[in-house]
Every structure is written in C-alpha cells, then in structure tokens.
C-alpha cells in the first residue's frame, strides 16, 4: 500500500512562496520516482515536477526556474518549493508515486489547496 500524505498548501500574495510536503514511507521514498501534479478549475490534470529515486530531476515548462522539488531521506518527504508565485499557479496540488519499471504514475496524495491573489 502506497500512501502519501500532502501539507503546506495555502493563500499567498502574487511574487510569494510556498513550500509544500508529501511524505511517505521509507520503502516507497527509496524505490518510487515521486512527483507532483497540479489542477485547475476546469482543467485538466497537469505535471508539475518529479524526483527519482537517484535525486533526477524534472519540471514542466511553466515552473522552472521557479518551482524546485527536493527530497529529504530523513524523514521520507519529497518537497516542492515554490517562488515568484503567480495567480496562473492557482490549483490543487497533488503528489504521486511511479513505481519502479513503471509508465504510470499510479499512487495519489489528496491533494492540497494552492490559491495565489493577484
């Protein structure tokens, strides 16, 4: 069983930031590639970034050089900092999990709220 639990999420002025979490247990923080998604009102279900187990990284377009995810091994926990929010990143964020040898990512967080004021 995969589970993976979000936090951090929350209203923040336009230029802010966030940090969000999603923790998880050791054998799937050692073994997943772990991600996060995102989804607008009316919109569909978009990639954010991801992290390999070996610490590879990846970002969609929209979020670079703005949007870092991390993890820490201590405590099982991917992260994904957020800078220079803007009102367009406005979404629920969910995190995921890929299973090794895996296409998909089949495991989901609940997600949590992101709401950035113009």
């Known amino acids: 069983q995969v589970q993976l639990v979000e936090s951090g999420g929350g209203l923040v002025q336009a230029g802010g930031s966030l940090r969000l979490a999603c923790a998880t247990s050791?054998?799937?923080?050692?073994?997943?590639?772990l991600g996060w998604f995102r989804q607008a009102p009316g919109k569909e279900r978009d990639f954010v970034a991801r992290?390999?187990?070996?610490?590879?990284?990846r970002y969609a377009d929209a979020v670079k050089g703005r949007f870092t995810i991390s993890r820490d091994s201590a405590k099982n926990t991917v992260y994904l900092q957020m800078n220079s929010l803007k009102s367009e990143d406005t979404a629920v964020y969910y995190c995921?999990?890929?299973?090794?040898?895996?296409?998909?990512?089949?495991?989901w967080g609940q997600g949590t709220q992101v709401t950035v004021s113009s």
């Open positions: 995921t999990a890929r299973a090794p040898s895996s296409y998909d990512y089949n495991y």
């Open positions: 050791r054998r799937t923080f050692s073994s997943y590639t």
């Open positions: 992290i390999t187990e070996s610490g590879s990284t």
